[in-house]
């Protein structure tokens, strides 16, 4: 079955960086568009950056020229780099298809202290 399972969140004061990374399982992987999601407290959630499957990426203005997303298509793997992290940046970030699969992953929570 599809598995998602991030890993790299925790705690950084404003500023600082972050490298969030995806295990995927499940899926023809290198066949796949992804993308990196967050949730933040009271609010939907919303995509962030997506990769094609040939390497393009696009990202929400909200983190346009912070974040960069990336892919290791031998490893099953898409990492997001995440600099210049604001509070705003807060919230519980997982990774998935773009558009997701059905199954979600537990999430890695990234906190930016101010």
């Known amino acids: 079955q599809v598995q998602m399972v991030e890993s790299g969140g925790g705690l950084v004061q404003a500023g600082g960086s972050l490298r969030l990374s995806c295990a995927a399982s499940g899926i023809i992987f290198n066949l796949s568009a992804m993308g990196w999601y967050r949730q933040a407290p009271g609010n939907q959630r919303e995509l962030v950056a997506s990769?094609?499957?040939?390497?393009?990426?696009n990202y929400a203005d909200s983190v346009k020229g912070r974040f960069t997303i990336s892919r290791d298509n031998a490893k099953n793997m898409v990492h997001l780099q995440m600099n210049s992290l604001k509070p705003e940046d807060t919230a519980v970030y997982y990774c998935?298809?773009?558009?997701?699969?059905?199954?979600w992953g537990q999430g890695t929570q990234v906190t930016v202290s101010s």
């Open positions: 990769i094609s499957r040939g390497g393009f990426s």
């Open positions: 998935n298809g773009n558009p997701p699969f059905n199954s």
